[in-house]
């Protein structure tokens, strides 16, 4: 039972364009959803993070929105960079777990 | 601020011997640290949750004695895989929660591989 999906495996963008990642989740409990960004044979890098009691969380090229009652978040970044090509986990917190749920990943591909 | 360090980040060994991994909070103190595992392809998967001066929480699955986990300070938590077999090579992370308890910041990871 996944609780946390990432449904598109890959997504390719051109520079300067908008890049959107999408995620849904089940789990209505859910107190902090995240985003982590991993090069190959490196750890996952924090990216962002929302509560769940916000909609939306900027941080420079990158912005998180939230819509709880669709159980759905997406991370924008634009203009997206050759550099951000990288493998995207979303991530959830809260409930009765005390650790991250992560989804399977979306691989970004900037083309220049 | 919030580095996270493993050694080693890569280590071959033979099948039947152990292998420790060390994972190092270098500028926070970690209560809590986890282990994940990485198949290639696929999601992070949780091995366990370490507790500092407590047992590790294991994954269901996650076979206890073979990858012992010891969380001893604040800013050191090991896992040793015991008996490795070919199938354990894998990409092992380990990841600690800062001031920010939802938050974590991982290692780089370490590439084992069993012969």
């Known amino acids: 039972d996944q609780q946390v999906k990432q449904n598109s495996p890959s997504l390719s963008v051109q520079e300067g364009r908008i890049s959107i990642l999408n995620c849904d989740y089940t789990?209505?409990?859910?107190?902090?959803f995240l985003w982590y960004k991993k090069y190959p044979a490196e750890g996952p890098t924090f990216l962002i993070s929302?509560?769940?009691?916000?909609d939306k969380n900027e941080d420079g090229r990158f912005t998180v929105f939230l819509n709880k009652s669709a159980k759905h978040l997406s991370l924008h970044i634009v203009p997206s960079q050759p550099g951000d090509s990288a493998v995207y986990f979303c991530?959830?917190?809260?409930?009765?777990?005390?650790?991250?749920?992560f989804g399977k990943g979306t691989k970004l591909s900037v083309k220049p | 601020g919030a580095v996270v360090s493993q050694h080693p980040s890569w280590v071959i060994c033979k099948s039947g011997t152990s292998v420790k991994i060390e994972c190092r909070s270098l500028d926070f103190q970690a209560t809590t640290m986890f282990w994940y595992r990485q198949f290639p392809k696929q999601s992070l998967m949780l091995m366990a949750t370490s507790n500092e001066g407590s047992k590790a929480t294991y994954e269901q699955g996650v076979e206890k004695d073979k990858f012992l986990i010891n969380h001893a300070s604040l800013t050191l938590s090991t896992l040793t895989v015991t008996s490795a077999h070919p199938e354990d090579s894998s990409f092992y992370i380990c990841s600690a929660t800062g001031t920010a308890f939802y938050e974590q910041y991982f290692g780089p990871g370490t590439r084992l591989t069993v012969t």
């Open positions: 991530a959830a917190y809260g409930g009765s777990q005390g650790n991250l749920i």
């Open positions: 929302i509560s769940s009691i916000k």
């Open positions: 789990n209505s409990m859910f107190d902090y």
